[in-house]
């Protein structure tokens, strides 16, 4: 457990940082957005687009690992999907569904980019394939999912402006389209695929960004936390216990049960799948009008309790 800790209270260490800053006002107006834009727009994306174009491409797909880490997935968001719609959640009875699906994204789409990346990174460099193909699974199937779900139900709407005309896979298209992580993963995909070389001024220049993705993630990730209340209600509480208990455990089942990829690789998915929720299904949520209280205060939460999970759960699997 000791060196467990020597890994996680420094990660943790850092969102702590974010959170004084934010806390005591030394930041300027505005510059958690501006933090924020430089680890999406540029830190990430070099991070990612590295892990993916220096690996071959045989060596990223793992489709036990794939199927896997989706059955679990996508079990679990139907699970908090159904219960969202039929009023559980301490939601009303036959609540709508996109507010359904706001939910079940906050129970199944972890903070891997920010926290994971980081985590793994100073666990073992050479697991953070698996967590670009976890990445690559989030963003392809349970936020595009979410984001039709949520399209459909605001067409349905009749006192709420439909956020497309027709079709909803348009926009969700066009969105992750526009995406630097996507556009980054894909760049490395074309890299690996055709096993080119990346030139040193790219390469080094890509690096030094990847440098910097780590530590001013975390930190960003505390800033944030400023601004989010700390409370917990029932349905604060069902949302956190979904992403922090359920959603691992059944992730755990999928990979060392059933599919059984690499020990190591099914690890890191749990790892993964143990993280607490991301911002962005705060922010889609809100871009489709749902109610985002519930899922601020459960994104809080969820962060500070996963201190503790964390640690336990690397412990549990043994990567450290």
Not at 145 to 155: C, D, H, P, R, Y
Request: with cysteine; glycine share 6%.
């Amino acid at each position: 457990m000791l060196a467990v800790l020597e890994v996680t209270l420094p990660v943790f260490a850092l969102v702590l940082c974010g959170h004084v800053a934010s806390g005591r006002r030394l930041l300027p107006d505005r510059a958690v957005e501006g933090i924020n834009a430089f680890v999406f727009h540029f830190a990430l994306p070099a991070m990612l687009f590295r892990v993916v174009a220096q690996r071959p491409i045989a060596e990223l797909l793992d489709w036990r690992y794939i199927f896997g880490y989706l059955a679990a997935g996508l079990a679990a968001y139907l699970l908090v999907w159904r219960s969202a719609s039929r009023g559980r959640f301490g939601l009303p009875q036959a609540a709508d569904r996109t507010r359904a699906a706001a939910l079940a994204l906050h129970a199944t789409h972890g903070n891997i980019g920010y926290l994971g990346l980081a985590l793994v990174a100073e666990l073992d460099p050479m697991a953070l394939p698996t967590v670009a193909l976890t990445i690559i699974c989030d963003i392809f199937v349970f936020i595009a999912l979410s984001m039709v779900l949520m399209e459909l139900g605001a067409m349905r709407q009749d006192d709420r402006p439909a956020v497309s005309s027709r079709s909803p896979w348009l926009p969700v298209a066009r969105s992750l389209g526009r995406s630097p992580l996507v556009l980054s993963i894909g760049a490395g995909l074309l890299v690996s695929i055709a096993d080119l070389p990346v030139p040193a001024a790219i390469d080094n220049f890509t690096r030094m960004l990847a440098g910097a993705a780590g530590p001013a993630a975390l930190f960003a990730i505390g800033a944030a936390l400023g601004a989010q209340p700390l409370r917990i209600d029932r349905q604060v509480a069902a949302l956190v216990f979904a992403k922090l208990v359920l959603y691992p455990v059944a992730v755990a089942a999928s990979l060392f049960l059933l599919f059984r990829p690499d020990p190591m690789v099914a690890a890191v998915g749990v790892l993964c799948a143990a993280l607490p929720a991301a911002s962005n299904s705060f922010i889609i949520a809100q871009r489709y009008r749902v109610p985002t209280e519930a899922i601020g205060a459960a994104t809080a939460v969820g962060t500070v309790l996963s201190v503790l999970s964390i640690t336990v759960t690397i412990w549990l699997l043994g990567l450290r």
